[in-house]
């Protein structure tokens, strides 16, 4: 009887270490900020440095507990096609005008430790004037914090994600530099 004890707890501890993987899935992405004007732009490459760094895979949410975070497209695909749905809704027209916007996701994290899901995400913008190379913004912005729920569904993730990149994309966005860049060109 002991050994079929040892055998069980031998059996759970593996299992609890090796934790759980999920995938989130991730709704299409819905523009949603309010700044407005005009410009033109091309869209470039966007990166997520964690997965460049060899930390996580290029689908993988950076995260504190045990288990690993997948979403179903790369994390950089992901922001680059917001980015150019927020830019059309600013009034930026694409796939014209003398600059480029690209970036890189520098963080994208859940902690998730505790009871409650912990979001942060940086991303890292460049605006370059493409006859020239200049680049005319290079700069990190912070999204805000945001909370969730830790025990629910994997989709009920999916608007934290949205939050997060809509929250990056507005502190860029309604930087004063970046308008001048992207409406005098």
């Known amino acids: 009887m002991r050994t079929h004890k040892i055998a069980f707890l031998g059996a ?4 609890l ?12 992405y819905t523009p949603q900020n309010f700044v407005r004007f005009g410009g033109e732009a091309t869209v470039g490459s966007f990166s997520y440095q964690p997965a460049l760094d060899g930390k996580v895979a290029d689908n993988q949410v950076q995260n504190t507990a045990i288990g690993k975070i997948f979403l179903p497209s790369k994390i950089g695909d992901i922001v680059q096609r917001a980015t150019a749905l927020e830019l059309e809704k600013t009034g930026i027209i694409l796939g014209s005008g003398n600059v480029e916007v690209s970036g890189s996701v520098v963080e994208f994290k859940a902690d ?18 493409k006859t020239s190379g200049n680049k005319l913004v290079d700069k990190t912005f912070t999204a805000d914090p945001i909370k969730t729920g830790k025990f629910g569904a994997a989709a009920d993730f999916s608007s934290s994600i949205n939050d997060a990149i809509l929250s990056g994309y507005n502190k860029f966005i309604s930087d004063p530099d970046v308008k001048s860049a992207l409406s005098n060109n």
């Open 12 to 15: 759970l501890a593996a299992l």
């Open 17 to 28: 270490l090796t934790g759980c993987a999920g995938t989130i899935p991730v709704n299409s």
């Open 112 to 129: 998730d430790l505790g009871y409650s899901v912990d979001w942060t995400y940086s991303v890292r913008y460049v605006i370059t004037e």
